[in-house]
C-alpha cells in the first residue's frame, strides 16, 4: 500500500484534467533551487479508459490483436482477484501483492513460463534455435542464470556508466547541433542512445555500421511477435500460416546473420590476440562458465542469448527513457526540480544510481504509469489457492504490471504523474508486489541494475544539457507490443537549459 486509501472521489481517473497544457513551457515551473511542494493538480497522461464489462469472445480476439491493453475491464483495476474461462482457458488476474509473493516466490516453482508467452516470444525462430535465458526452462535455464549472473553484477554494471555517459553526451550534443531550439522526435532518439549504449557495453561498437539495420529489424520484430495472433491464443496447429510470422522469421534471420558475424569475429580475435580481446559484454558472455559445473554456453545458447540481451535490453530501455521525457515535458516542476539534482551530481556517474533520489523517483514514477513490461504471465502446473481462491492445475496466471501499477486500491490517484511517491520517506510504503517494473523471484530481470543506471545516465546528461517542452497537444497512447510503445511518434521541443 502507497498511503492510505483515497476516498474514491478523490481518484483522478485516467481523463482528469492535467497540470500543464503543451503550452506551458520549463518556464512555468518554479526557479532552480526554490521548490515548493509538487503540484496539487499532478499531470495526468491519457490512457485507455477501463470497459464497462469484460469483452466478450470475438471483442477478445480483436482487442488482443490491435492493443491488448485495452481489454481490461473497470473490475481489474479495481478488484484484488478475477479468475474466469476465457480464449485462453481458465485465467487469472492477480493484483493482490500477496498472491503475487505466491506466486513469483513462495510458490514459484509451481508457475512456469506459459505456452502462449513462449510461443509468441519464440515467433519466427529457426527450429534448433537455443533458447535465450527468457524462454528457457527447467534445468536448463538454471544453469544458463547461474552462468550469466555474474555478467550483470553491480560492479560490472558501475564499469559501463563512464561509456553510457560518454555515449549519452554525444547524443546531446547532436541535438543541439542539428536542432538548438528545434524538434525532436525523442522515441527515435531514446531507441537510437539505448542502441548506442548496448553497442557500446555488449560488443564494443563492433555492428555501429548496423544501427539503422538494426533498429528497422528490432521494429519489426516487435511489431510481428507482439501482435497476438488469433490463431496463436486458439492454439491452433503451427503449420497454419500466422498473420505475423514472415516478418518475424524474416528479422529473426536479420539477427541470426549479426550475431554469427559477431561471434566469429569476436572468436577469432580472442584466439589470435587474447590481451587485446574487448572487456565486454560479448567476450564475458564466450568466457561465462557454470559455477557448479565449470561448463561453457553452447554455440546455440551463447547466440541465443546475445540475440536476447539484444532484444530484451533495447526496447525496454529506450521505451522507460520516452515515456519519462515524455511525462517530465508536460510536468514542469518535476523536470526543473530533476535537473536541479542533476546539476549537483557527483562527478563519477557509477555513483549516480545511487545518489540522485529525484530523478530515480521520476524514472520509477514513469515506470508505473507505462511500464515497459506491461504484461507477465505463468501457467500453474499444479493446483494452489491464491488468495482465497482456487488455482486449477494447467490455468494461466496474468500478472499485469499495467493494472497492477493502476489499481485503485493499492495506489493514491493512480492515474496521476507523482514522483513524489518514490521519494524517500514515501518509497519504503510502497509495498514490494504492488510494483513490478522489472518483475520478481527466480526469473526477475538479469538487466534491471544495468537499464536503471543507463536511463539515469541518459537522464541526467540530457536534463543538464537541454530543456524538453512537448510539440504538439496531441499525446503519445500506449500500445502493448511486448513492450509498451507509444503509438506514435513523440515530438518535443529541445532548447538549451
Ligand atoms: C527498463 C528496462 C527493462 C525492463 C522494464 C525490464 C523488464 C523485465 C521483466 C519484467 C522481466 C521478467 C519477465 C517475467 O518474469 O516474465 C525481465 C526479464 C529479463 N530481462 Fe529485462 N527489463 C529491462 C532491461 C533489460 C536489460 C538492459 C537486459 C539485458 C541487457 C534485460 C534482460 C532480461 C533477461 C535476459 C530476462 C529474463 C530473465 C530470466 O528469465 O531469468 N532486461 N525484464
Known sequence: MTTADPPAAATAGPQAGTQAGPQAGPQAGPQAGAFADPPSRPFVPWAPAPRERPAGTLAQLWLLARNPIETWSRAHYEKPILSGLSL????TVVNDPAAIRRVFIENAGNYEKDALQLRVLRAGARPGAGDGLLVAGGEAWKRARRTLAPLFTPRRVAAFAPLMQMKAQARVEAWMRR????VV???????????????ATLF?????????????EMGRLLESIGRIDPLDVLNAPQWLPRFNRREAETSRAWFEGAVERLVGARRAQMEADPARTPDDLLTALLRASDPETGAGLTPEEVAANLFTFIAAGHETTARALTWTLHLLARAPYWQERAREEARNA?????????????????LEESMRLFPPVPHMSRAATAADVLAGLDIPAGSTIVVAPWLLHRHKT???????????RFLPGARERIERFAYL?????????????????????????????VR????QRHEPRPLLRITLRPDDRVPLIVTPA
Open 468 to 471: 524538453f517542452a512537448p510539440a
Open 437 to 465: 517494473p522489472f518483475g520478481a523471484g527466480p526469473r526477475v530481470c538479469i538487466g534491471a541494475t544495468f537499464a536503471m543506471q543507463e536511463a539515469i545516465v541518459v537522464l541526467v546528461t540530457a536534463l543538464r544539457a
Open 179 to 182: 536542432r538548438a531550439g528545434g
Open 410 to 420: 493499492l495506489w493514491e490517484r493512480p492515474s496521476a504523474f507523482m514522483p513524489e
Open 204 to 216: 564494443s561498437d563492433a555492428l555501429v555500421e548496423e544501427r539503422a539495420g538494426f533498429e528497422r
Open 88 to 91: 485462453l482457458g481458465h485465467v
Open 185 to 199: 522526435e525523442i522515441d527515435r532518439e531514446m531507441g537510437r542512445v539505448a542502441y548506442e549504449i548496448l553497442s
Open 346 to 362: 557527483p562527478d563519477d556517474p557509477a555513483e549516480w544510481l545511487d545518489a540522485l533520489p529525484c530523478v530515480r523517483a521520476v
